[in-house]
C-alpha cells in the first residue's frame, strides 16, 4: 500500500497531517463559527414567528374592534332614525295642535267681533230709532198741532213709532 500511495505522488506523513489539520479547522469552524451561527439564526427565527403571531394577533384585534365599531354604527344610526321619527311626529303634533289653537282663537276672535258688532248695531239701531221717533213726535206735533187733543197725538206718535220700529228691523 506504501507503493500505491508512492505511486499517486501520496505522501502518508503529510495525509495524516492534513487530516489532523481538518480535523481541528472542522472543531474550531463548528465551535466558533457553525453554533453560534446557527444559534443567531434560531433566534432570529424564533423573533420572526413571535413577529408574525403578534401579527395575527393584532390583525384579529383589528378585525374585532371594526366588527364593534359597525355595530355602534349601526346602533346609532338606527337610534338616530328612531329620534328623528320620533322629533317627526312630535313636530307634526305639535304643528296640528298649533293650526287647532290658531283655528279655535280665530273663531273665538270672530265671534267676539260678531258680538261686538251686533252690540254697536243695535246700539245704533235704538239711537237711530230715539233720534227719528224724536223726530217723528215733532213732526206729529208741528202737524197736527192744535187740531188733535193729547190723547189722539198720543195714539198718533204711538202708531208712528211701532212703524219705524218694523221698519228698522227689516
Do not use: C
Not at 401579527?55 to 384579529?60: H, I, L, M, Q, R
Not at 260678531?114 to 223726530?135: F, I, N, V, W, Y
Amino acid at each position: 500500500m506504501e507503493d500505491l500511495f508512492h505511486n499517486l505522488g501520496i505522501d502518508w506523513k503529510i495525509l495524516v497531517a492534513q487530516i489532523v489539520n481538518f480535523t481541528i479547522l472542522v472543531f474550531v469552524l463548528t465551535k466558533f463559527l457553525y453554533r453560534p451561527l446557527l444559534g443567531m439564526l434560531n433566534r432570529r427565527r424564533d423573533e420572526i414567528k413571535k413577529s408574525a403571531e403578534k401579527t395575527v394577533a393584532a390583525d384579529k384585534l383589528v378585525a374585532e374592534i371594526e366588527r364593534q365599531k359597525e355595530e355602534v354604527l349601526a346602533k346609532a344610526r338606527t337610534t338616530s332614525s328612531e329620534m328623528i321619527k320620533k322629533a317627526e311626529t312630535q313636530a307634526t303634533g305639535a304643528a296640528e295642535k298649533i293650526m287647532t289653537d290658531a283655528q279655535a282663537e280665530a273663531k273665538r276672535i270672530a265671534a267676539d267681533e260678531r258680538k261686538k258688532l251686533a252690540s254697536e248695531h243695535d246700539a245704533l239701531m235704538q239711537e237711530a230709532t230715539r233720534s227719528l221717533g224724536a223726530t217723528v213726535i215733532r213732526a206729529v206735533e208741528q202737524s197736527v198741532g192744535d187740531v188733535l187733543d193729547e190723547k189722539a197725538k198720543g195714539k198718533l206718535v204711538e202708531q208712528a213709532m211701532q212703524k219705524v220700529q218694523v221698519t228698522a228691523r227689516t
